[in-house]
């Protein structure tokens, strides 16, 4: 084998291993957040990716709709990064009660039940440079609930936990995370569509009355604004008109889809019409006359 076939096999083979430590290495960035309902009556929980922890919830506000607003707790897990071997001190504003672990090893214990401006610190630790795993619970108390968690160390002064260091592993994603995300993805639908505008719920449903509701646009004097011939179109098909319009399409392709589109303008267009003709702008020959 000559030498230019020689270096040809050894830069495949660095850059064969330097692309397998960056896998290795990669982490997916945030950490696994999971929520569970505290109430005996309602055992939900909801897993999902947040960047950070981080919130400030009223009394009566939950982390998710699926979550009551009276008792609950989240868990947080994955990796924190550590760039600089030293002593590092963990801290936090905290309403509730909040305990978070590196190493296994408790970092903080925060509790109060009032909204307060004082920060609880804990112990000096000692890291060294690398990925650390990461684990913080907290239990909701009387009142509003909040966690703003911050650290510091002899390299820098406190400042509220980054985003960039906390990571998760792949195997971490468990099937209960992929439900999770996909039962959001149908909840934004849902409250994005405003299914509750007319499939309301009853009292005693928590869930769906969590759910936020879309206003749609006021039409009480739309034919001060459209034409008849638009609305027809419109109903038609409102996404080929705005690709991401929420309005479903209604109507059929028949006659009678036809007639129903037709009729439907027509009494749209006398709230508040006729839509007036825009005014001729003068030019210059008109001017002159």
Known sequence: MNVVALSS???????????????????????????????????????????????????????????????????????IQVLRAGTYRFSARVVGRLRVLVDDREVLAASASLVQSEMIAGPEIDLPAGDHPLRAEFTKSEGPARVQLFWESASFTREPLPWMVLTHRPGDETPQLARSQLQDRGRFLVEELSCVACHRPGPEDDVPNRLARREGPDLSRVGERAYAGWIYHWLEDPQAFRPQAVMPRMFSDDEQGHLERHAVARFLVSLGGPLQPPRKVPNENDLRN
């Open 9 to 79: 096999l050894f830069l495949t083979i660095v850059s064969v291993a330097g692309q397998t430590n960056d896998a290795e290495t990669k982490r997916p960035a945030g950490l696994i957040a999971i929520y569970r309902d505290a109430a005996p009556a309602d055992a939900a929980e909801v897993w999902r990716i947040e960047p950070t922890i981080a919130f400030f919830l009223r009394h009566d506000e939950s982390p998710h709709p699926r979550i009551g607003s009276k008792a609950w707790q989240a868990e947080w897990r994955g990796q």
